[in-house]
């Protein structure tokens, strides 16, 4: 999309999120535009899903907008540049109608079906009851560990694409002295990716961001081959990001004992000492050996697991994915997908996983033949599919499926079979894995990984999206909806114009 687009966008955003004024911060992901909003109220939702470039929103610990791969980063840029700007605009007017919802001036009709905006109004209220429900302090704190590694993601996908690259030219024997300049340009970022998480640990909970990465820099220095712990010498890197991530809290905790105690005089030299001082030594001899031993156990269980219960593993996984996404825990499985990047080249786990897009889409596609009549949902259907295909799925599950009901999960049944066939694939010899996290459906292609090679690799992932979209449409078509409610949602709609 053109910055001139971009800029179109954001300015569209802007008001209806209620201004300038309204915004505490701006960040984004691999697909959402992240918002921290001082007053949620302000926040005219129908109107924002309206929007061409919006596929949907999301009320979480901030305020997401869903924009898609394509868009997300462009159009965030573009709003820090309004909010720059001296003349940011203000929140979008309250009148009449601004409910999103065009031609609903009076009472509905009683036989009328629910609209698409009815569907998204009750999917956010699903999601805020299951929020409030598992606020818990773990759950609250492995959000925070995959707020660590969310920023990351660009950086994985674009170093795994090209390590990708750099794979097939040596298979096939082209330009080795290209191969040779991409081994470091594809490894040079995974090699170092302990300081970018200690920096964003610190960042995250509340540390001096550089002291976080100088701490967890000593993981990485080839120098730690000379020490010895525990009766062996340390290997650079061992405990990877996990041990990265130790340090950083460590260094966290330290910073903010020293700082209590010291006289502000002496604040500026002392604090960052005893911080890496005490922070290195104990990365060194206890937190590099306990996180290898981590890193160790999570690399041979996937691969136990996938060796010799690829079946149940693809059903478990595959089926489950989708109440993780619903629930915003999906993230907290960022370090382990990391950790296994780091140890085996890829994550084998993140293609299973990519199996509940599928069963998404196939559940949509059932959705939008048997609701012929609702011209409301099937708008919204069609406009969130490309979108679904790519594995952007929050628009399909928060605007249809979810608040549907059993179509949600007719959609995990779907997940459940197309992962349990890239288990068993797994488990006879053709393990798939993704050398980098972030994509999902077809977007995931470019990425893949595995032992007998990218079109072996491809081959099994492509039919695992196919048992995904049929197993959900078969599920969805057939036992999706009761009588009631196929008679209730297949009415003539109210507002056919309310797509949500």
Known sequence: ????????????????????????????????????????????????????????????????????????????????????????????????????????GGR??????????????????IRAQARARNATPVKLALR???????PLIPALIGCGIVAGL???????GWAPALVTALGPVSSGFMSLIAVFVGYNTAKEFGGTPVLGGAVASVIVYA??????????????????????????????????????LLPAALDVLVTPTVTVLLGGLAALFGLMFVAGEISTAIGHA???????????AGLVLGGLFLPLVMLGLHQALIPIHTTLIQQQGSTVLLPILAMAGAGQVGCAVAVYL???????????????LPAGLLGVGEPLVYGVTLPLGRPFVTACIGGAAGGAFVGVAGQLGSA?????????????????????????????????????????????????????????????????????
Request: a neutral charge; charged letters at 15%; hydrophobic letters at 45%.
């Open 108 to 125: 509905a009709e009683p036989q009328a079906a629910p609209t698409a905006g009815d569907l998204a109004g009750r999917g956010d209220r």
């Open 432 to 500: 798939v894995g993704s050398t980098a996290i972030g994509p999902s459906g077809w977007a995931l292609f470019p990425l893949l990984a595995g032992p007998q090679g990218l079109l072996a690799s491809a081959a099994v992932y492509g039919g695992g999206l196919l048992t995904g979209y049929l197993a959900g449409f078969l599920a969805t078509y057939f036992f999706g909806f009761t009588r009631e409610t196929l008679a209730e949602y297949n009415a003539p709609a109210a507002s056919a114009g309310s797509s949500g």
């Open 1 to 104: 999309m053109s910055d001139e687009k971009n800029h179109a966008v954001a300015g569209a955003i802007l008001p209806l999120v209620g201004g300038a004024a309204n915004i505490r911060s701006v960040a984004h992901c691999m697909t959402r535009l992240r918002l921290g909003l001082a007053d949620r109220s302000l926040v005219d939702t129908e109107a924002l899903r309206a929007l061409p470039a919006v596929l949907g929103t999301v009320e979480d610990d901030t305020y997401q907008i869903v924009l898609g791969p394509a868009a997300v980063a462009g159009v965030t840029a573009q709003l820090r540049r309004l909010l720059e700007s001296p003349g940011a605009p203000a929140a979008a007017a309250g009148e009449d109608g601004a409910d999103g919802r065009e031609g609903a």
């Open 144 to 150: 925070r560990i995959a707020d660590i590694f969310v």
């Open 166 to 172: 750099s794979g097939a030219l040596a298979n096939l």
């Open 223 to 260: 120098g730690v081959a000379k020490v010895e712990a525990f009766g062996h010498h340390l290997t650079p890197g061992q405990g990877g990001v996990v041990g990265a991530l130790l340090a950083a809290l460590l260094a966290v905790h330290l910073e903010r004992w020293t700082r209590r």
């Open 370 to 384: 048997r609701l012929r009549h609702n011209a409301s949902i099937r708008a919204t259907i069609r406009s969130a």
């Open 302 to 312: 996937a691969t136990w697991l996938l060796a010799h219960g690829g079946l149940f």
